[in-house]
């Protein structure tokens, strides 16, 4: 039994398309080589058919030999029930291979995606990926599944061939050169075929990008007005996939047309040169049947042979497309010894230098979201001891830094499988997660408790419930020991200002000795950590705690001033300062 998806998804090459199909055939080598096999045994059984006819017709009939007659009726019995069973098992490799082909790429974009999501939606849109996964997967898969009629077509066209050239040379060299003829015809049909197929999956893409970008952005749309323009953009972007699908379309007739028009043509030619053999006495009459019956068997082989290569053009333009996806920040195998447990966070490009167990905030007048995302590994340039984050293997970052966006990410299911995605933890452990994220509230508004449904992406929660829920997540997973470092893009942004001081509050409570890095210019946040770090153009210009940058950098007050909302009240649970432990006030510039 084979089990999908794999427990861990397989890497093939993404140096280019072709170098893709062969790395994923190479990873199910045994379906493709059984798929090959029992193709090759069941067209073979298929194409002795016609042979045991005429042996049978010229022993049997023609010089009245009646043993051979019957011996030859039971092999036919034979040959038709063991083609029926070798159909049905080179069908069943056939489907695996489908299967595998198709479930390990999707497997492969879906793990790629999530190890590298922002950095992979900097270079490909949302649009290409899902293109990838719900199209492109299918067509690779397709030519997956014609490998075993393709190599059945193969051995059965040379088998054939031979033994036509034993009746009559005329009539062999006919098949031997004519079948060739008939592929490099369908090649001419082919080539411009998988130029138009290319730009109609280009413009599927950009058409499902659009429909992703405005779907998200409705209730903006509704609010502004701009529901008609926006649905105006989507026909005339949908009418041009239509024209593009129309420009694929013909070309696409033609090579259908010209899989019915081209074998029937040659078969034609086959049958005339076999009636001439008869007339001029170069064949039996059991060499006529054979002949006859080899030429309604070759139509089958003909048409899978240009299914073969069509199918090789759509795998090759989809593939293409998926190759693109995977080579977005593509991260190089790790080797070598992993940095030890503690060993510091330190980004050379901001001279930034993450202090182990201490409540350190990012602060700048631009977004630190780039830094933040060098210290998940989702962008290169951190390091983590002397290795560089991004050259670490994926899974042993995420066990050892874990970064939450800022936006929040909900998916459908309960209450408790949101905040506790591993079910790993007790109910007390998940209640006191929503409790330092202030989030208790969101859990008593829902009729059945932590085993309540949220909707897709949480959209019957408002903003706020969506970031202290993705805040509760965070803060139960960073309890767990593997990691080491939990970095926080705007944690609070969408709370109001009581509901932020006691979260900075509870959040500080909570991660006592642990290594947190919070991106955050919320004077309510600030004043609860134990290191702030003023960054101005990208590095590290001032360090110290809020209020003594507050009293002495001009440029670090002008940036907490004007983030800080003019009708924000002080906090509402008093503050007691930081322990002797913690860094001193000195400001260093």
Not at 274 to 296: C, F
Request: proline letters at 6%; charged letters at 20%.
């Amino acid at each position: 039994m084979i089990t999908l998806p794999d427990p861990v998804p397989p890497r093939p090459s993404v140096d280019s398309p072709v170098a893709y199909i062969r790395s994923m055939a190479a990873l199910q080598r045994r379906t493709l080589a059984g798929a090959a096999l029992f193709g090759v045994l069941w067209m073979g059984a298929q194409a002795v058919i016609p042979v045991v006819v005429g042996n049978t017709i010229d022993a049997g009939l023609v010089l009245g030999r009646t043993g051979d007659l019957v011996r030859g009726c039971v092999l036919l019995a034979v040959l038709a029930l063991a083609t029926a069973f070798l159909g049905t098992v080179r069908h069943r490799f056939a489907v695996s291979n489908w299967l595998l082909g198709g479930l390990r790429s999707q497997h492969r974009i879906g793990h790629h995606v999530a190890d590298h999501g922002l950095a992979v939606s900097g270079r490909v849109t949302t649009g290409e990926v899902v293109q990838s996964v719900s199209t492109d997967a299918p067509r690779f898969a397709d030519l997956m599944d014609i490998a075993a009629r393709g190599a059945g077509t193969v051995v059965t066209f040379l088998a054939m061939a031979v033994y036509l050239l034993r009746i009559d040379l005329v009539i062999g060299l006919f098949v031997v050169i004519g079948m060739p003829l008939l592929a490099a015809a369908s090649l001419g049909v082919i080539r411009p075929l998988q130029k138009r197929q290319a730009l109609h999956r280009e413009r599927e893409g950009e058409l499902t990008t659009l429909g992703a970008d405005t779907v998200a952005g409705l209730r903006v749309l509704r609010g502004i007005g701009g529901e008609e323009q926006f649905t105006g953009r989507y026909t005339e972007r949908s009418q041009e996939v239509r024209r593009a699908g129309v420009r694929v379309a013909g070309p696409q007739a033609v090579l259908q047309a010209a899989q019915v028009l081209l074998p029937g043509a040659f078969l034609t030619g086959l049958t005339w040169l076999a009636g001439h053999g008869v007339v001029d006495g170069r064949l039996s009459v059991g060499d006529l049947v054979t002949v006859y019956a080899v030429t309604a068997f070759l139509k089958m082989p003909l048409e899978t042979a240009t299914q073969v290569l069509s199918r090789w053009v759509r795998a090759k333009v989809a593939v293409s497309r998926m190759v693109a996806v995977l080579s977005a920040s593509e991260a190089p195998s790790a080797v070598g010894v992993l940095p030890d447990s503690g060993s510091l966070l330190h980004d050379p490009e901001s001279g930034l230098t993450i202090t182990p167990g201490l409540m350190t905030a990012l602060v700048s007048a631009e977004p630190c979201v780039a830094l933040a995302d060098r210290f998940g590994g989702f962008a290169p340039g951190a390091l983590l001891g002397d290795r560089a984050v991004e050259d670490l293997p994926a899974d042993q970052v995420r066990a050892r830094i874990l970064l939450s966006e800022a936006e929040p990410r909900l998916f459908t299911g309960t209450l408790r499988s949101q905040i506790d995605p591993f079910a790993r933890h007790s109910d007390e452990e998940v209640l006191e997660a929503l409790h330092t994220a202030d989030a208790l509230d969101v859990l008593s508004g829902l009729p059945e408790g932590l085993s309540s449904m949220i909707a897709e992406r949480g959209r019957d929660l408002s903003g706020g419930q969506r970031q202290r829920l993705a805040l509760a997540r965070a803060v139960l997973l960073a309890g767990q020991p593997s990691v080491e470092v939990l970095v926080l893009v705007e944690p609070t942004s969408a709370v109001d200002a009581h509901t932020e001081a006691r979260i900075a509050e509870r959040l500080r409570a909570s991660r006592v000795g642990c290594t947190t890095v919070l991106v955050s210019s919320s004077p309510l946040v600030l004043d609860r950590c134990d290191r702030v770090e003023f960054l101005d153009g990208g590095r590290v210009v001032a360090s110290g705690t809020h209020r003594s940058l507050l009293a002495s950098d001009a440029g670090y007050r002008d940036v907490v001033v004007r983030t800080a909302s003019p009708d924000a009240s002080p906090p509402s649970v008093p503050y007691t300062p930081s322990a002797p432990s913690a860094p001193s006030d000195e400001v260093v510039s």
